[in-house]
């Protein structure tokens, strides 16, 4: 009788587990049930262009694209391009010639029956098609991403692949869309995916010996492992962590202030590397006042540069609001390019270096100089020997950030300039084909460390009480699964009884 018992506990325990999971997956996983709509929606850009794509979706597909196509031409051949007239399914007005595709369920975008009107770009054109779609009752306009939620629902596409999808198409610089192309091509979810399967692995072992150690149906030792793989696991991601948010940094734009006392060259700086007149020039001191910011890309990388006042004492409410903000910005940034009027320097050589530690200190407040790029404009106004003992001046101390001497009014030393800051900008971000994927949301980071936290559980738990050890692991899982989207019950139960053979 104790025995039946105790079998009976066992299950209900491994069942409410399950049911558990299950509830979480459903709640994880799930989204607004659309299923049985047809949808439509203009898939180009929007204004003029050659060729415009509208794009449907859904189980009317077959019916819209006979509709405008009329019942009379031959349906089109999947995955072909066929050149038809497009007509009001009403009317029976033509409205353009141009391509049709069909794309049977479920090898398509949306693992739905799709089809693709290749049209002309007029906006009368588009807006024709689209109100002949409209007309049609069995159709409704699609909501905003609702194309690429039906292709997560349908696992076409993990919700890493998802936002890096979502990158791609936001991508502005040429790195940009190299991280993109890189995450929407599932390096990072297969990384994330490969973690999940170790974790469940170890869950289920961690559950069958809770469960059925006691039948002496789980070889000995089984709990090492689990140690073992789990380690390793937890190295992996917190070297995956500790990337200096290259990812990040590269998907935002690095962060890079231009800082500096008044009248140094800083908004002439930004104007130049803008290629455009973005701030007002003056000789009077203090014409900057707040942060002028702007977007520039270079070498390939994004730049948020943002240039801010000129850092002085002054007794001006509006000037001393200025140098907070300057301050503050120099704080956060990325990078720091410290403007130094290169004319106001000491004529002595041997006191170049140490003006250009006092001034970077005032610029930095005691920040590592690593962080920064000197830039010593209005070399125009200096003699060659003045450079020349400048520029010894800086080989000789090893302890002063990299320095650049350059004219913003003569572009010279300019070339030089723009190399160095390409260097130090993709040290910030890194290379996004080299090495593992990055990691390129918040959101991801969050998950990650909560991951870590609940494996941290786990070791807590182990020797004292293996059912709260164990939903240590089962929370871990949940942190990964949160990340791509996908968290289940299912796999558990299969390992368990692939592994263990449990009622064989």
């Not at 390793?232 to 590269?250: A, F, N, T």
């Not at 070399?379 to 302890?399: K, T």
Request: charge should be neutral; aromatic fraction near 4%; charged fraction near 25%.
């Amino acid at each position: 009788m104790n025995y039946v018992i105790g079998e009976m506990r066992r299950a209900s325990t491994f069942l409410t587990r399950t049911l558990r999971s299950r509830t979480i997956k459903r709640l994880t996983n799930g989204g607004p049930d659309s299923a049985g709509e047809t949808i439509f929606a203009l898939s180009s850009g929007q204004g003029k262009c050659g060729v415009a794509v509208i794009r449907v979706s859904g189980p009317a597909s077959a019916l819209a694209l006979r509709s405008l196509t009329g019942p009379r031409q031959s349906f089109p051949t999947p995955r072909k391009a066929f050149l038809r007239s497009i007509i009001h399914p009403h009317s029976e007005e033509m409205l353009d010639r141009g391509l049709v595709l069909w794309f049977p369920g479920p090898r398509s975008f949306t693992g739905e029956d799709c089809a693709e009107l290749h049209i002309h770009g007029g906006p009368a054109v588009i807006s024709g098609v689209l109100e002949a779609l409209g007309s049609l009752s069995s159709l409704r306009p699609a909501e905003a991403g609702e194309f690429t939620r039906r292709a997560f629902h349908a696992g076409k596409l993990d919700l890493t692949e998802v936002e890096g999808l979502g990158d791609l198409i936001h991508a502005e610089t040429e790195a940009q869309r190299r991280q993109a192309l890189r995450q929407m091509a599932g390096d990072l979810g297969r990384l994330y995916h490969d973690w999940s399967q170790r974790l469940t692995r170890c869950l289920a072992h961690v559950e069958a010996f809770i469960d059925f150690s006691e039948d002496e149906l789980i070889e000995d030792g089984v709990l090492n492992q689990v140690d073992e793989s789990l380690s390793q696991l937890v190295r992996e991601i917190e070297g995956h962590l500790s990337d200096e948010r290259k990812g990040e940094r590269l998907r935002s734009g690095v962060q890079v202030v231009i800082a500096g006392a008044t009248n140094a060259g800083k908004s002439s700086l930004l104007n130049l590397l803008c290629q455009r007149p973005a701030a007002i020039v003056s000789p009077v001191a203090g014409t900057t006042r707040d942060v002028v910011e702007t977007c520039v890309d270079i070498g390939g990388f994004p730049i948020l540069l943002s240039d801010t006042a000129g850092l002085r004492d002054t007794q001006d409410t509006v000037e001393i609001e200025g140098v907070r903000r300057a301050r503050e910005r120099v704080q956060q940034a990325d990078l720091a390019l410290v403007v130094v009027d290169s004319s106001k320097l000491p004529r002595d050589p041997r006191h170049v270096a140490a003006s250009l530690g006092g001034q970077l200190g005032e610029v930095l407040s005691g920040q590592a100089s690593q962080r920064c790029l000197l830039v010593l404009n209005k070399s125009d106004l200096l003699s060659e020997e003045q450079s020349r003992g400048i520029q010894s001046a800086l080989r000789e101390r090893g302890d002063l950030p990299q320095a650049c001497l350059l004219s913003c009014h003569t572009d010279s030393g300019v070339n030089g300039f723009l190399s160095v800051l390409k260097n130090s900008v993709q040290i910030l971000c890194g290379d996004p084909l080299v090495g593992g994927p990055s990691l390129t949301q918040a959101r991801h980071r969050a998950h990650l460390l909560e991951c870590v936290r609940s494996l941290a559980q786990y070791r807590q738990y182990r020797d004292l009480d293996l059912a709260l050890a164990a939903e240590g692991v089962r929370l871990a899982l949940i942190g990964l699964g949160r990340i791509t989207g996908r968290v289940g019950a299912e796999e558990i139960l299969d390992i368990i009884f692939r592994d263990f053979c449990i009622g064989k």
